[in-house]
């Protein structure tokens, strides 16, 4: 298998840390790839119309996308039904919480985008505090459930885990860790995992 990836994506992330705590990480090859949506990268888009990150092309050749399809099909070549349960209410936790911390990414990455690639005299401060205002309210949502967060790895926590590292890269001066002690407490545990470790996003 070959992934279409990058360092700084908390969607590659994702990808990466399941890999890694199933046990399968040394199966998948590792396509580094610059791409923005003003300047899509042409092999990403031959392999995701969408030319978003990751894609991953399986042995077989097809190519799955987004993070949440190949990281269930992983769970599914691992035979693995920890990552995510398969049925029950511990199943619809686990995606609810990992709907949420993709959106909390997404909103993320809007806001990088509107500093990175928007001239300054074209960007929207209601846009940008739009945005924040998705991230904090998902913030509040995380502090409030920190409890009820599962022991072991799940495709929720792992998600948690991947949108507040990639906060703490692109927005750390924020400061999110003040107003959600419970949900900061969490992640420092948390991001001592050797998954999260071995897939650190560099400053």
């Not at 399809?69 to 511990?90: H, K, R, W």
């Not at 199943?91 to 690639?117: F, H, K, N, P, S």
Request: hydrophobic residues 40%; contains cysteine; negative net charge.
């Amino acid at each position: 298998m070959k992934i279409f990836s990058s360092p700084t994506s908390p969607f590659a992330r994702k990808v990466h840390v399941t890999a890694a705590i199933l046990g399968i990480s040394d199966r998948i090859e590792i396509v580094d790839t610059a791409t923005t949506p003003v300047d899509t990268d042409e092999a990403l888009a031959a392999a995701n119309p969408l030319g978003k990150l990751p894609a991953l092309v399986t042995d077989d050749g097809d190519t799955l996308y987004d993070s949440r399809v190949i990281c269930e099909y992983l769970v599914s070549l691992a035979d693995d039904d920890n990552l995510l349960p398969a049925a029950g209410a511990a199943r619809w936790a686990a995606l609810c919480q990992q709907t949420l911390a993709d959106g909390l990414m997404e909103a993320a990455i809007l806001r990088r985008y509107e500093v990175v690639l928007r001239p300054e005299d074209k960007r929207s401060t209601e846009w940008d505090e739009a945005q924040r205002e998705k991230i904090e309210r998902t913030l509040d949502a995380f502090e409030s459930g920190t409890d009820d967060l599962a022991d072991e790895p799940t495709s929720g926590t792992i998600a948690i885990g991947c949108a507040l590292g990639y906060l703490d890269l692109r927005f750390g001066d924020e400061g999110w860790r003040q107003d959600h002690p419970k949900l900061a407490e969490w992640y420092e545990a948390w991001a001592q995992l050797p998954a999260m470790q071995a897939t650190h996003i560099p400053a």
